[in-house]
């Protein structure tokens, strides 16, 4: 390659060497330009996300305190217990009977005292669901040793949250000793 220039070679070496230096640190200026602009334009989105992870922040503690004022907790805890009963129920029904369930579900509600002066001979589901009724009519029937305990089962019947109808033929409370009973409960609707 010849070079029509009026400086010596080594002076034309050094020169294009500058050259090329300049033009690197031209382009080393540019890009630290865009560097620095891109760093500045993120400070925005930065500073936004900041304001906005504090507010998320203090909604999250208001949300827990206010939770905690109103008993969510408690109500969550009295859930699971009510999950964990129709979970013994259900294998109740799947290990055993139908009339098992039941009874498990009478008894557990008792006290002992009554428990052990009532006999129930038997729990029988009077008619299937329908189609637009998910509850279940059960006839439950057996012996009290008397009738003051029969009158008190039939109480805590009516309390159990799990009937939503008791259905007691008076008269079954004709004798005082040794009665017969049939109750029709109704039990309340899975939903």
Do not use: C
């Not at 408690?74 to 009339?99: M, N, Y």
């Amino acid at each position: 390659m010849i070079h029509y220039t009026l400086l010596p070679e080594k002076e034309a070496g050094a020169l294009r060497l500058e050259y090329k230096i300049r033009i690197l640190i031209v382009l080393l200026f540019f890009v630290s330009s865009a560097v620095i602009v891109g760093i500045i334009s993120l400070i925005p989105g930065y500073v936004i996300s900041s304001i906005k992870e504090n507010e998320l922040t203090s909604k999250l503690e208001e949300l827990k305190k206010s939770k905690e004022a109103r008993g969510i907790d408690a109500t969550i805890v009295e859930l699971k217990q009510g999950s964990d009963i129709l979970r013994q129920i259900q294998q109740d029904v799947k290990e055993s009977s139908f009339e098992n369930a039941i009874q498990n579900t009478v008894s557990a509600k008792l006290p002992k005292a009554i428990f052990t002066s009532i006999q129930i001979s038997s729990v029988t589901e009077t008619n299937s669901t329908s189609t637009n009724d998910s509850s279940y009519e059960v006839l439950i029937q057996g012996k009290s040793a008397t009738r003051e305990s029969l009158l008190e089962f039939k109480r805590n019947i009516e309390k159990n949250p799990i009937f939503s109808k008791v259905e007691f033929p008076i008269p079954d409370l004709t004798k005082t000793k040794d009665v017969a009973f049939a109750i029709k409960v109704k039990l309340k609707k899975i939903k």
